[in-house]
């Protein structure tokens, strides 16, 4: 795409949103050729970029939220602090069968929003996602082995069927689960592993693991669901009583 007609797109985009769509148009760049381009803090809110190819871009702070990105190529580009909450990065047919996945892999996603974005079956491969937040996004599916997850948040994400570096440690969930009731003192649910004594699930788990270093490669929650999975990570954010009460049904389970 030439530049003054990507710019022309744009300013219409803006004036969109500032008019609250009265003036203007919604970015329509589906199946555009964005290589090269620098759309660093642009705003595309909103914004149909399905298909386009964005590999390499620089996307830095650019503000994309529900932005349509389904089937488009982001590999290798630079989201770094962008904003993507709700954003489509995957799309089916009437017949639910026809997927279209974004590919986001060796993508720069470090401190990125997004939170609720429709990643089934994303490409995020080797992707950096440090200190990401992920919460309740649709990560179903998606490939994230490689992936830097360190410090991101995956509060409430659909984590069903994805690709992760996993290192579940055979009968760690039970030794955790038996140390906790056991030693009720030294838990707390509602409050992250830290120095101190007390400590939640995750927290228990990185403190017992055959590898110590891994809350310090990943932090405390994506290490805890790196060794123990996805049911134990769904009760992470469990009150004290409620994860207590889990955690019994655990050890019954697996006695």
């Known amino acids: 795409m030439q530049t003054e007609e990507l710019q022309k797109v744009l300013?219409?985009?803006?004036?969109?949103?500032?008019?609250?769509?009265?003036?203007?148009?919604?970015?329509?760049?589906?199946?555009?050729?964005?290589?090269?381009?620098?759309?660093?803090?642009?705003?595309?809110?909103?914004?149909?970029l399905s298909g386009s190819n964005l590999g390499g871009v620089n996307l830095s702070n650019a503000r994309l939220r529900g932005a349509n990105l389904s089937n488009a190529n982001l590999s290798r580009a630079e989201l770094s602090g962008a904003n993507l909450h709700g954003a489509n990065l995957n799309r089916t047919d009437l017949n639910n069968t026809n997927l279209h996945r974004a590919d986001l892999s060796d993508a720069s996603l470090r401190y990125t929003n997004l939170s609720h974005a429709n990643l089934r079956g994303a490409n995020l491969h080797r992707a950096n996602l440090n200190r990401a937040d992920l919460r309740f996004a649709y990560l179903h599916g998606a490939n994230l082995i490689g992936a830097n997850l360190s410090d991101a948040s995956l509060r409430g994400a659909n984590l069903i069927g994805a690709g992760i570096d996993l290192s579940i440690e055979d009968g760690l969930l039970h030794k955790v689960a038996l140390k906790i009731l056991v030693d009720r003192e030294s838990f707390d649910n509602e409050a992250w592993h830290t120095l101190g004594t007390v400590h939640c699930i995750a927290g228990h788990a990185c403190l017992m693991a055959s590898d110590r270093e891994i809350a310090g490669k990943y932090g405390t929650e994506v290490a805890g669901h790196v060794l123990l999975g996805v049911e134990a990570h769904a009760h992470f954010f469990d009150s004290s009583e409620d994860a207590l009460h889990w955690l019994g049904d655990v050890v019954k389970r697996t006695a």
């Not at 949103?17 to 705003?43: F, H, K, M, R, T």
């Open 11 to 48: 300013s219409n985009h803006a004036l969109y949103q500032e008019s609250g769509g009265e003036e203007g148009a919604i970015a329509n760049l589906s199946g555009s050729n964005l290589n090269g381009v620098n759309l660093s803090d642009a705003n595309l809110r909103g914004a149909n």
